[in-house]
């Protein structure tokens, strides 16, 4: 059974820092890609980063770019997003979801196929 357990979220002042974790277990196959979403109070989800095991890819939103990294460590199943110069628009409830079928990195939930619980970030001004 896949398994993702999200870990990291926090409160911090603007222009801080935090660092998530995504530790995955359960995959039969070694190919899989890892996203970051989050949602907003009052806000639809929408995907912030993602990592692919198959071809190192990687993909980040407008929104992240420059401020957040998104890295895999294979040997511990481990995604982590280093989320730098943070804003209090980034607060949310932060979720990484597991994309197994086609294991490249995809914008939309919708193209997941196992999520985890989320992690509150919070940034107050």
């Known amino acids: 059974e896949v398994q993702l357990q999200a870990s990291g979220g926090g409160l911090v002042q603007a222009g801080g820092s935090l660092r998530l974790s995504c530790a995955a277990s359960?995959?039969?196959?070694?190919?899989?890609?890892i996203g970051w979403f989050r949602q907003a109070p009052g806000k639809e989800r929408e995907g912030v980063s993602c990592?692919?095991?198959?071809?190192?890819?990687?993909y980040s939103a407008d929104s992240v770019k420059g401020r957040f990294t998104i890295s895999s460590d294979n040997a511990k199943n481990m995604v982590s997003l280093q989320m730098n110069g943070l804003k209090p628009e980034d607060t949310a409830v932060y979720y990484c979801?597991?994309?197994?079928?086609?294991?490249?990195?995809?914008?939309?939930?919708?193209?997941?196929?196992?999520w985890g619980q989320g992690t509150l970030v919070t940034v107050s001004s």
């Open positions: 359960g995959f039969t196959l070694d190919d899989y890609a």
């Open positions: 979801a597991a994309k197994v079928i086609s294991p490249w990195c995809g914008e939309y939930e919708y193209e997941y196929d196992y």
């Open positions: 990592i692919s095991r198959a071809d190192g890819s990687t």
